[in-house]
T-cell receptor, first 116, second 109 residues
Framework: DTGVSQNPRHKITKRGQNVTFRCDPI?????LYWYRQTLGQGPEFLTY????????KSRLLSDRFSAERPKGSFSTLEIQRTEQGDSAMYLC??????????????FGPGTRLTVL | AQRVTQPEKLLSVFKGAPVELKCNYS??????LFWYVQYSRQRLQLLLR??SRESIKGFTADLNKGETSFHLKKPFAQEEDSAMYYC???????????FGQGTELSVKP
């Protein structure tokens, strides 16, 4: 499968626990994005990387959230001390920047987080 | 403020009827506009983007800078068009997407 993959697909945790999600982008894609989607809303941007560099972080991303892309390939998103408000679908997307036009983002299936 | 507005949460039409999903945006600069679609139990996927100026699955969308709109249209809806549709924008050099709330299109037989 050459699409964007995310693991796990579902995660149930108790409030206060830490969780980590992984995203594997399409190979050769140099940009990787994280979004969060709650019920009835469109995806909201969290952060993105170009290669290893984290270029932008949303104000939505509190200091409990951290994302890494250490080798410019896969990325992890960690949430520390989870809260019930963190329950959402976490989406990853990747793209290939080039050609002077806006990159087309390809989305993964998402990780659904439920915080009890 | 950068914002995308989709005024209809649900649009229900009969098969063969014309469809128009509305999208208005607010952006300082030259945005790129997109329509993404999510079919039941599938991932979000790109339907079309304004710079391509092409028709995908019979859908078209025209960027109206004067009205800051990017409405999605199809002359004859099909049952397989039933899905969630999201309008989104980014800067002209890409980067983060700003999404609308989405419109659920239901095409009845």
């Amino acid at each position: 499968d050459t699409g964007v993959s995310q693991n796990p697909r579902h995660k149930i945790t108790k409030r206060g626990q830490n969780v980590t999600f992984r995203c594997d982008p399409i190979s050769e894609h140099n940009r990787l994005y994280w979004y969060r989607q709650t019920l009835g809303q469109g995806p909201e941007f969290l952060t993105y990387f170009q290669n290893e560099a984290q270029l932008e972080k949303s104000r939505l991303l509190s200091d409990r959230f951290s994302a890494e892309r250490p080798k410019g390939s896969f990325s992890t998103l960690e949430i520390q001390r989870t809260e019930q408000g963190d329950s959402a679908m976490y989406l990853c997307a990747s793209s290939l920047l080039g050609g002077g036009a806006a990159d087309t983002q390809y989305f993964g299936p998402g990780t659904r987080l439920t915080v009890l | 403020a950068q914002r995308v507005t989709q005024p209809e949460k649900l649009l229900s039409v009969f098969k063969g009827a014309p469809v128009e999903l509305k999208c208005n945006y607010s952006y300082s600069g030259s945005p790129e506009l997109f329509w993404y679609v999510q079919y039941s139990r599938q991932r979000l996927q790109l339907l079309l983007r304004h710079i391509s100026r092409e028709s995908i699955k019979g859908f078209t969308a025209d960027l109206n800078k004067g009205e800051t709109s990017f409405h999605l249209k199809k002359p004859f809806a099909q049952e397989e068009d039933s899905a969630m549709y999201y309008c989104a924008l980014s800067g002209y050099q890409g980067g983060k997407l700003i999404f609308g709330q989405g419109t659920e299109l239901s095409v009845k037989p």
